[in-house]
């Protein structure tokens, strides 16, 4: 059984300058390795106390991953302390260095003789090389244990992670890094998606599974412990394939995936344009849409309809509509959607009118309820879907929904019906 | 001198499930408080781990915040096992049972007599009171150590950190707790802010300047150590003062403000209207805006021109416009900050256009660009910036610098120089 600890780096992070985000990411990483991390331990940047963490990790834990205070600067002594800790002599690397000079000259920086320090690496270290920065990763193994030892900077550290980091461990974890999978849902709660997939443990005894609530939806880890990997990846297809059957509208990706990049795709495969009407979300749903690079080639416009008079002018939502109806009601969703669409000349519109909160609420029309409309050449139709939680949370979870509904339209499902 | 340390409780701290944001949040007090936390430690939810944190805790530090496994499942082992810790018996406390009760029945469910062990308090421990959840808070003290053991929940923690532990705290660290101010900056990098106020240790040495770059510009945290109270407040208004006097149109508010919530405030009072039109920014200025509860009350409306022809058909930017000088130009930030508030009637029209990445660039217009437009009945100008991170990054930059263009303008500043 591998026990593992995180041991973060950084006067930033105690003082809460920065979030620590890396154990985290590292801790995710391993989770779905099958690997669980026992202790995350965050030290500033103090060689006393650095040294201590490192007593005690090499007490408690076989894998330790280590991130910060790999850089140039005085403050920078993780390289320094974990090879006194190791017994380990620094030596100066002439290719490192060539290495490091032309990244300089690439920023249009001069590094000075000062910095040669960059290029000493601890001897009894395996290294990992930094494509994107300059301070190498480090690998120590003694007795059973193995640290790893890894900038603080989040894209080097994953990118050193994800190419060699994790591999490596996979190997050591045996079969376990060929057989989990993840799969994404959303527009189902946990306690829904639980009463779906109840007999899954009966069926499939030998795959744990894991519900994990998310800001976008519930994640599900199908994971196969302890069998041969030819064995894992056949029982993972099967548990796969029967959760996939169950719930297959609700999945709207595999691993890392973000609904706005799932629906950016799609668009992009069917060749369609879109343009967004919102009132509640406030921008959100265009901001979510445009953070995909290349979304120019389908996004045309969004239009962020807060006053009425926006509603009628620019989306043409008529008049009589608002007064009968209300701005916040599903005729109203659909008459904004069909507006932007016709309008821009795209080939979808989508809508969202509701009631974010604090404010704005009535007994028939509470805070958290919204309307999503949906807009094509010959249909159109609304959603109706309630939150409860504040309003930066509401503007969130209605502009998922509002993807997801989307992202169903576009592979031809029906409307969640939840 | 006190040293601190802040232990997280959770499985999902250690799988990356939940990200440490309590840390963080605790980290920032104290240091706000002159106190810095030396080590922050995770544990899941394992008694023999927690012990084992507890035992190292005592050993080196003598303020120690825990947070989490509070709750009344069966994994939440934190009261148990710190009470433990204390050799302090568990007692049933009728009064706490009766409002946990009344909290139970205002949320529409029962309180089962397994759920009575929610109200035993440990004997040794002093009880903070938990107005909003379930659980109390509980503090410890034994030698000159001192433990604080709060909910996991961050809006619970957070409100006992405020009403309870800071000023417990603040009392206890002698008079820090009143000589701090907190001023934040943005539109001026970290180095141009330290060359304007480097002669501010000679003036001033008895007072702590630190910098901090966060997400919407450097914060400038102002301390006075080691003094009686009112020499401290005396100190801390002159170095304020000069430090305003240097920075003043930079500094756009003090404490936890942000950017929005500052120029939201300025609208109200000012009794104005505006509305926003985007391209690069991609909806994220107008979901910043309405990020405010309450903000219908002066946001008119947002338009997002992806394309062309949403500029010129809602914006009204002329064809000739746009194919002289091209979409991201200080001619058609201006037009279409002026296009947006004509067409929307508001008192203000304010505008992005600029090259978020990691497409789009040419040799004079390379990514992380950007135009900002500004148009009030009697003027209109544009300011220009130029960031180079990546597409999110830059959307995020761009879309403060364009709330602290419309801060500037309605306190009567002249547009940010640098």
Request: proline content about 4%.
């Amino acid at each position: 059984m591998i026990q593992a600890e995180i041991i973060t780096v950084g006067d930033e992070l105690l003082a809460g300058i920065v979030i620590n985000s890396n154990a985290a990411y590292i801790g995710e990483k391993l989770f779905e390795l099958g690997i669980y991390v026992r202790w995350a331990s965050t030290v500033g940047d103090d060689e006393k106390n650095l040294l201590q963490a490192l007593e005690v990790s090499y007490n408690r834990a076989s894998l330790v991953i280590i991130t910060g205070g790999l850089g140039p600067t005085h403050d920078d002594i993780t390289k320094r302390i974990v090879a006194e800790f190791f017994h380990s002599k620094l030596v100066f690397d002439s290719g490192l260095f060539a290495r490091i000079k032309e990244l300089y000259k690439n920023m249009g920086r001069k590094l000075s003789e000062e910095q040669r320090c960059q290029a000493e690496v601890p001897d009894k270290a395996e290294i990992i090389e930094n494509t994107i920065g300059t301070a190498p990763g480090l690998i120590f193994t003694q007795e059973d244990r193995v640290y790893y030892i890894l900038p603080g900077v989040p894209s080097e550290m994953k990118r050193m992670m994800q190419k060699h980091v994790l591999p490596l461990i996979g190997r050591m974890a045996g079969a376990r890094e060929l057989v989990f999978q993840i799969l994404r849902t959303t527009g189902i709660t946990e306690s829904e998606l639980s009463r779906r997939i109840q007999s899954f443990s009966v069926r499939f005894p030998d795959i744990r599974l894991s519900l994990l609530p998310q800001t976008q939806g519930v994640t599900i880890r199908i994971m196969v412990l302890d069998c041969t990997p030819e064995d894992g990846k056949r029982m993972l297809m099967e548990g796969e394939t029967y959760i996939r059957d169950t719930l297959e509208p609700f999945i709207f990706g595999t691993g890392e995936t973000s609904i706005e990049e799932v629906v950016a795709q799609l668009l992009k495969n069917l060749n369609r344009t879109i343009s967004v009407a919102e009132s509640c979300t406030g921008g959100l749903v265009s901001h979510k849409l445009t953070n995909v690079p290349g979304s120019s080639a389908y996004f045309n416009r969004g239009v962020v309809a807060y006053h009425n008079t926006a509603k009628t002018d620019i989306l043409g939502v008529g008049a009589d509509i608002l007064k009968k109806y209300g701005a916040v009601s599903a005729e109203t969703a659909v008459a904004m959607a069909e507006g932007v669409r016709h309008s821009s000349g795209s080939d979808i519109g989508i809508s969202t009118t509701g009631i974010a909160g604090p404010g704005g609420a009535t007994p028939e029309k509470p805070v958290g309820l919204v309307y999503l409309g949906y807009s094509e050449n010959d249909r159109s139709f609304f959603e109706c879907r309630r939150y409860a939680k504040n309003r930066i949370w509401n503007k969130e979870r209605f502009s998922v929904a509002a993807l997801d509904m989307l992202r169903r339209a576009l592979l031809g499902y029906a409307p969640n019906p939840l």
